[in-house]
């Protein structure tokens, strides 16, 4: 028969943590998810429907996280997609989806990188159907957006923060525009 200890190993728990209480193991949750904000405009309708040109479509998606309390943040993922053609503006799409994450007994570090980089992942494919039905309620093709490595562009921002540093704390560093 197994003890208490082998038991709590096999549940990934702490023994002490399930001895006296304690809750002091990580815990990282999506809590809820909403849209906080959404506009669809159609400025130039009837006329942009008997434009035969492709429209240029330019995609803007950014990432903020606010604390809501000790426990829970809001990640907000905004996205606009704006559609414009020589004649105009085709349409104009701005969403701000957001997701309630809860975190405990997490490292800082760890808390960040799942703020900015899983909890938009988890969020993408919501926001995406939003505007890819947006876009076809307003009256045209559906606009497909490709999957984003949010882990990938967030690796990114961390290089570019540390060379950006490592730049400024350089007592020969260039300043000024090139």
């Not at 197994?2 to 809590?31: C, F, K, Q, S």
């Not at 400025?43 to 803007?60: G, K, L």
Request: net charge negative.
């Amino acid at each position: 028969m197994a003890d208490e200890n082998d038991v709590l190993t096999d549940l990934n728990m702490d023994p002490a943590a399930g001895a006296n209480g304690a809750d002091n193991l990580p815990t990282v949750g999506m809590l809820n998810q909403y849209i906080k904000d959404f506009s669809v405009e159609n400025p130039n309708a009837p006329a942009s429907y008997q434009w035969t040109e492709q429209p240029r479509v330019d995609v803007q998606v950014n990432i903020a996280a606010n604390q809501v309390s000790d426990e829970v943040h809001e990640v907000e993922l905004k996205m606009t997609a704006r559609a414009d053609s020589d004649k105009g503006n085709v349409y104009l799409i701005e969403l701000a989806y957001c997701g309630l994450v809860g975190i405990r007994n997490l490292p800082e570090e760890h808390a960040h990188a799942f703020l900015f980089a899983e909890a938009p992942r988890l969020l993408f494919p919501f926001a995406r159907a939003i505007i890819s039905d947006a876009v076809r309620d307003a009256g045209f093709p559906p606009l497909l957006l490709d999957p984003m490595d949010f882990g990938s562009l967030y690796q990114q921002q961390l290089q570019a923060r540390a060379a950006q540093q490592q730049g400024e704390g350089a007592p020969d560093a260039p300043t000024g525009n090139a």
